[in-house]
């Protein structure tokens, strides 16, 4: 994943911002970006599902420089 993930760096704008929406929360994952990326953000989402009103979560990953 490391490789990928430094592939997909490379064709970013200086200080772009690369970003992965989750279903899941992947520990492994963010390592993976931390290996990468200068500066990493991980965000989670709460929000009611507009299909059935459960409450969900998902998460948002995000790689700079």
Known sequence: AAESLARAKRHLARGGVFG???????????EELRAV?????????????ALDGLREENWVYFGRG
């Open 37 to 49: 990326f200068a500066e990493v953000r991980v965000e989670r989402i709460a929000f009611a599902n």
């Open 20 to 30: 992965v929406w989750s279903v899941a929360e992947s520990p492994r994952f963010e």
